[in-house]
């Protein structure tokens, strides 16, 4: 064998004793991907309903806008479109501004889920879109 690679040769002890991970690695990396996998299985339909809100909005945008629309008819179709939706939100999560092009509609809510005992996971959502009469 040549003498320079004769340093960098492997014994046969040192070879066996490297397998690669072991039971305590393993355990701790499944322990750590079940809570983020878990974090994740509960805050996804959080988001999925938010992105149904956006749509919503957006939706409600592009055909209100100027059609001289009102708080109250601006409510009305947010009822309407929230329940064929099945989007629940608490009342006073929406809030209905009039600005000088038109109205202004805003909504801000928290999801809450429930994680492990007493831990909670906490998403606060905000959206707005801009009604012009």
Known sequence: ME????????????????????????????????????AGIKVTPMYINNMRLGAVLTDMQREMSGKGATPQSIRYDLAKRFSVEDINLPTDAIKINQTNAGFSVRITYENRAPYVADVYLVVAFDKQVEIRR
């Open 3 to 38: 003498s320079y690679r004769k340093g960098y040769r492997m014994s046969g002890a040192k070879r066996g004793r490297q397998r690669g991970i072991t039971v305590i690695g393993f355990l701790i990396l499944a322990i750590l991907f079940g809570v983020v996998g878990l």
